[in-house]
């Protein structure tokens, strides 16, 4: 009963969104039925995100990613850039976890809040019935909060690179498996300029903090961030523990949250408790993303494992002739010359 409620507020919304932004109209046909086709509309464009909350590197910054063969066989044959969800990432088991000045910042928050609810006459918020037991009811308010940014976090689709101008040979270590192992070397402006697509994406810095010390001194840049639980978890995906600050990483994203969706789920992932219709717990869409690339603008240089042979290289040359891009320099990795 729930899941069928969802999905029809789901879909009123998303047919009145689609008239209300003009994208579709109602064609009235020769049998008397209605027939939502869509307008003929400008091309999409592409954004990526300024918002003062990340750091944003410079077009020129020299970027690298490395990756085993098969990886580099797909991205060369499908043109499309694998990004995966955070879940998915095998190094850092707490990515996007929220640290702890965040948590008592948001608690603060919560506490406001509940103190405004018992002062009035509303019972219900967001699905949570209030018993008036404030540890009751903000344990219940700091469980909804989590499960509203749990469900964000898991929507963001990430492209790691590492923003160094040199060759890393830890980076070979951690970031293949075998011999047969490459490194892309390329820029920022040359990864935005590749992408063959529409919709908002954010590069930025990693930052790399210790979790437990304090982000900032006033609370006032805390609100630049909070624009909606959907913008913290974005944020925190740019933010990574120390211990692993050696990755020096640049992080390409999107997310599955603000792009085609309608004003009430978009709203939905906004409050800090979310809205009482929309089921949090839903099944993870898809795991990860495949974005169209022009690999002649992407591919700057590529670099061959320090421990690949000769009969190697002539297998990274056939394959790039084979998809038009015989122009590709290929180089030796300088760590064993």
Wanted: hydrophobic share 35%.
């Amino acid at each position: 009963m729930y899941k069928d409620r969802h999905e029809e507020r789901k879909i009123k919304e998303y047919l009145s969104e689609l008239i209300r932004t003009n994208n579709y109209v109602i064609e009235r046909q020769s049998d008397g039925s209605n027939l939502l086709r869509p307008k003929i509309m400008p091309e999409e464009t592409l954004h990526f995100s300024t918002a003062k909350m990340y750091d944003i590197p410079d077009d020129n910054t020299i970027i690298w990613r490395y990756m085993d063969y098969p990886k580099f066989e797909y991205l060369i044959k499908n043109k499309k850039l694998w990004m995966s969800n955070p879940d998915q990432f095998s190094q850092d088991k707490k990515e996007g976890i929220l640290f702890e000045d965040f948590k008592r910042f948001i608690n603060e928050l919560l506490d406001i809040a509940y103190e405004q609810l018992k002062n009035s006459n509303i019972t219900n918020l967001s699905g949570i019935t209030f018993t008036h037991n404030k540890y009751r009811d903000m344990l219940q308010m700091k469980m909804r909060m989590q499960n509203v940014y749990d469900y964000c976090r898991k929507r963001f689709y990430i492209s790691c690179w590492t923003g160094k101008d040199y060759e890393s040979d830890s980076h070979w270590d951690r970031y293949t498996k075998d011999n047969n192992a490459i490194a892309i070397k390329t820029t920022v402006g040359n990864l935005k300029t590749s992408l063959k697509t529409y919709g908002l994406f954010t590069i930025a810095k990693v930052q790399y903090k210790n979790p437990e010390e304090k982000f900032f001194e006033l609370k006032t840049e805390y609100m630049k961030i909070l624009t909606g639980i959907w913008a913290l978890a974005g944020y925190m995906l740019t933010i990574k523990r120390h211990f692993f600050d050696a990755d020096k990483e640049i992080r390409l994203m999107t997310d599955n949250i603000m792009e085609n969706r309608t004003t009430w789920e978009k709203l939905s992932c906004m409050h800090l408790l979310g809205d009482q219709d929309f089921d949090y717990n839903r099944k993870l869409e898809f795991e990860h993303m495949t974005i169209p690339i022009d690999l002649s603008i992407l591919l700057g240089d590529i670099v061959l494992s320090p421990n690949s042979d000769m009969s190697f290289r002539k297998q990274v040359q056939n394959l790039l002739n084979e998809n038009n891009l015989s122009n590709v320099p290929i180089y030796e990795s300088e760590i064993n010359k």
